[in-house]
């Protein structure tokens, strides 16, 4: 079991920065591929970011040059640094843990945290 509490969301002006972290407890954090996820009003919820357990990223395409993911399980965190915002940044940013395959694939989520980018 994993519960994740992400953080650091917040209002910001367009072409600002915001870094989140989400802060997980629980065991063998680094086994896990960590991502985040955005879901904006009446929207479905996207993936923004991912960082395997070997450290290997993939990006939207709409955030790719902007925002960075990485981890540092010293700490069982993850990070998203989000650079020059843009108004469509705008939504609820979501922690993910997950490991496995098929009957042994575990997903958890955290609460979410609120990015606001005004124009």
């Known amino acids: 079991q994993v519960q994740l509490v992400e953080s650091g969301g917040g209002l910001v002006q367009a072409g600002g920065s915001l870094r989140l972290s989400c802060a997980a407890s629980?065991?063998?954090?680094?086994?896990?591929?960590m991502g985040w996820y955005r879901q904006a009003p009446g929207k479905q919820r996207e993936l923004v970011a991912v960082?395997?357990?070997?450290?290997?990223?993939n990006y939207a395409d709409s955030v790719k040059g902007r925002f960075t993911i990485s981890r540092d399980n010293a700490k069982n965190t993850v990070y998203l640094q989000m650079n020059s915002l843009k108004p469509e940044d705008t939504a609820a940013y979501y922690c993910?843990?997950?490991?496995?395959?098929?009957?042994?694939?575990?997903?958890?989520w955290g609460q979410g945290t609120q990015v606001t980018v005004s124009s």
């Open positions: 993910n843990a997950h490991r496995g395959v098929g009957a042994y694939e575990y997903d958890y």
């Open positions: 629980g065991s063998r954090f680094s086994i896990y591929a």
């Open positions: 960082i395997t357990s070997g450290g290997s990223t």
